[in-house]
């Protein structure tokens, strides 16, 4: 199914304690490049994350943002520094009896010193966070991907209509052709004939000179191939395969066909044909440049 190179996914879950954002965003390249915008704590997760996105993606510039955020109080760990508790104890309970004060200490109380408790972040369980990002990666992977098979039907709409264009033009070429080669024939004939009427020659011969020199701009050979590459177009078009650089090679293909029926040309309306036909095959060109 055809893809294009320009996608954008996004998903967003609570998993764990953990509320977890992937966005997944594409653009056209040659080959698949990949960039990563991940939490520095989470940096571990970056050559998973891309084997993943690589098995979705086989071209473009993608690039993944990943957010990671621990539900208040998740990812500590509260601990009493007894050390710390007993000594505020025993002093408060040592100047209550050398002043004469009662000793009103509380656990409530207590708490509220400095230092009494400890806050420390809990070790990261690797393997827990990345099954959790990779669901939620895989979720936002999966919507990229729709979005690119959309818009790659788009393309294939675009292409088509295109190339159904050219083939008109093609057989308006056809069409044209006899009557081109036959003009080109008589004047050919009439310019030998002129240049060589004091000479003593053949007038047959003169007529098949004209003939041979005719059939060289016969574009018989070209039209039959551009035929060909505009089948294997559309037969690409609805592959399932990967596509991209085996339809940039068939448009460079189509494009010599045209220029060299250019070339041939002896007629006006070829030419005005010719030019229509090489504004189609660019069009086509740049669109294919988006697809996968």
């Known amino acids: 199914m ?18 977890i954002l992937v966005e997944i ?27 993943l996105l690589k098995s979705g993606i086989s071209r473009g510039k993608v690039e993944v943002s990943v957010t990671i955020n621990n539900i208040e109080g998740r990812d500590t760990e509260i ?14 309970r040592s100047i209550a009896g050398e002043l004469g004060l009662e000793d009103d200490l509380s656990l409530s109380k207590l708490i509220k010193l400095p230092d009494v408790f400890t806050i420390q972040k809990t070790p990261d369980n690797e393997e827990e966070i990345w099954s959790d990002v990779s669901e939620v990666a895989s979720e936002a992977l999966e919507r990229f991907v729709a979005m690119r098979i959309t818009e790659g039907e788009k393309l294939r709409s675009d292409v088509l209509e295109k190339a159904d264009n050219i083939l008109a033009m093609v057989e308006k070429v056809e069409e044209l052709s006899p009557r081109t080669v036959e003009n080109y ?37 070209e039209t039959v191939r551009l035929r060909s590459h505009i089948g294997q177009l559309r037969a ?27 070339s041939k040309a002896q007629d006006l309306d070829v030419t005005k044909i010719v030019v229509d036909a090489k504004a189609e095959i660019e069009k086509i060109r740049e669109q294919i440049q988006n697809i996968e």
Request: aromatic share 8%; hydrophobic share 35%; no cysteine.
């Open 236 to 262: 690409m078009l609805s592959s399932e395969e990967t596509v991209g650089r085996k339809l940039d090679f068939i448009v460079q293909e189509m494009n010599r066909e045209v220029n060299t029926i250019g």
């Open 2 to 19: 055809l893809r294009s190179m320009t996608g954008y996914g996004r998903s967003q879950k609570i998993l764990n304690g953990r509320d």
């Open 79 to 92: 601990g009493i520094n007894k050390g710390v508790a007993e000594g505020y104890v025993k002093a408060l």
């Open 185 to 221: 024939r008589n004047r050919l004939y009439q310019k030998l004939k002129e240049v060589l009427e004091d000479k003593n020659i053949d007038e047959q011969r003169i007529v098949t000179e004209a003939a041979v020199f005719s059939e060289k701009i016969a574009v018989d050979e």
């Open 25 to 51: 965003r594409s653009v056209n390249h040659r080959y698949y490049e990949y960039s990563s915008r991940i939490p520095r704590a989470y940096a571990y997760i970056d050559d998973k994350l891309k084997a």
